[in-house]
Nanobody, 127 residues
Framework: QVQLVESGGNSVQAGGSLRLSCAASEYTNNYYCMGWFRRAPGKEREVVAQINVGVTSGTHYHDSVKGRFAISRDNAKNTLYLQMDSLQPEDTATYYC???????????????????WGQGTQVTVSS
């Protein structure tokens, strides 16, 4: 079973940037889709971004982060990234990475389709 470990969370001011990393314990190509989710205080966990792991690296983003966040992966390092720019206070949350055995090249996956999860990293954005 893959182990996923997130890092890079921090406290920043609005307008700042952070890059989250998710190190996988095994070859990321063993999974078909990887994603970032977040849970804000008092809210349900929501998907932030997803990337297909395959010939086509299709990506999907939550509307609230389009144009500000970018998901990417480095298969040589077995690492998933989330570059977050123009951060806003509403981006404050615990961010989780996840891996799925389903592909997401054309359509985004639902949360229940992700089988493996990291422990999360905290992002706090102050105004």
């Amino acid at each position: 079973q893959v182990q996923l470990v997130e890092s890079g969370g921090n406290s920043v001011q609005a307008g700042g940037s952070l890059r989250l990393s998710c190190a996988a314990s095994e070859y990321t190509n063993n999974y078909y889709c990887m994603g970032w989710f977040r849970r804000a205080p008092g809210k349900e966990r929501e998907v932030v971004a997803q990337i297909n792991v395959g010939v086509t690296s299709g990506t999907h983003y939550h509307d609230s982060v389009k144009g500000r966040f970018a998901i990417s992966r480095d298969n040589a390092k077995n690492t998933l990234y989330l570059q977050m720019d123009s951060l806003q206070p509403e981006d404050t949350a615990t961010y989780y990475c996840a891996a799925s055995l389903y592909a997401c090249d054309f359509y985004p996956l639902q949360e229940y389709q992700y089988a493996y999860w990291g422990q999360g990293t905290q992002v706090t954005v102050s105004s």
